[in-house]
């Protein structure tokens, strides 16, 4: 982030197996939740950040989630490292709203060099994904 005001500020840090969460609310600006290790369900929650508010390296579904864009950002960051790796984020059903038009924000960056992010059933809001979809950040080579 470029802009001073802006500081991380976690809300949740989740690093246990089989954790679960139903009809939680997390807030944020960057790094809202960190969704760092282990496998973990999120199932109708509320999600809403500006730059990597979803991120770590989890195993985890989120599944009938709303996740709310504050504005141009990134909405994943998911920190799988190797090919081998058991991780990845997936989002089944929900919706994705949020700011739109120039304030639109992509749907993920790959934290690290095998990030692995699916959204399968998900609406999404006119206007809010910004058209490339997804940025490769340091990884641009390995898409």
Not at 98 to 121: C, P, Q
Request: glycine content about 12%.
């Amino acid at each position: 982030m470029n802009d001073p005001d802006i500081k991380p500020a976690v809300a949740a840090l989740v690093m246990g197996d089989k954790a679960f969460f139903n009809s939680c609310r997390f807030y944020g600006v960057q790094d809202t939740l960190w969704d760092e290790k282990g496998r973990h369900f999120y199932q109708n929650c509320y999600i809403e950040g500006l730059v990597d508010f979803i991120w770590g390296n989890g195993a985890s579904i989120y599944e009938n989630c709303d996740i709310v864009s504050q504005g141009a950002g990134y909405i994943t960051a998911q920190g799988r490292d190797r090919a081998d790796q058991q991780s990845g984020f997936v989002f089944n059903g929900g919706r994705v709203s949020g700011l739109t038009g120039r304030d639109a924000t992509y749907l993920g960056r790959a934290y690290r060099s095998h990030s692995r992010v699916i959204f399968h059933e998900t609406y999404f809001a006119a206007g809010v994904i910004n058209p490339a979809g997804w940025d490769s950040w340091n990884y641009s080579s390995q898409e």
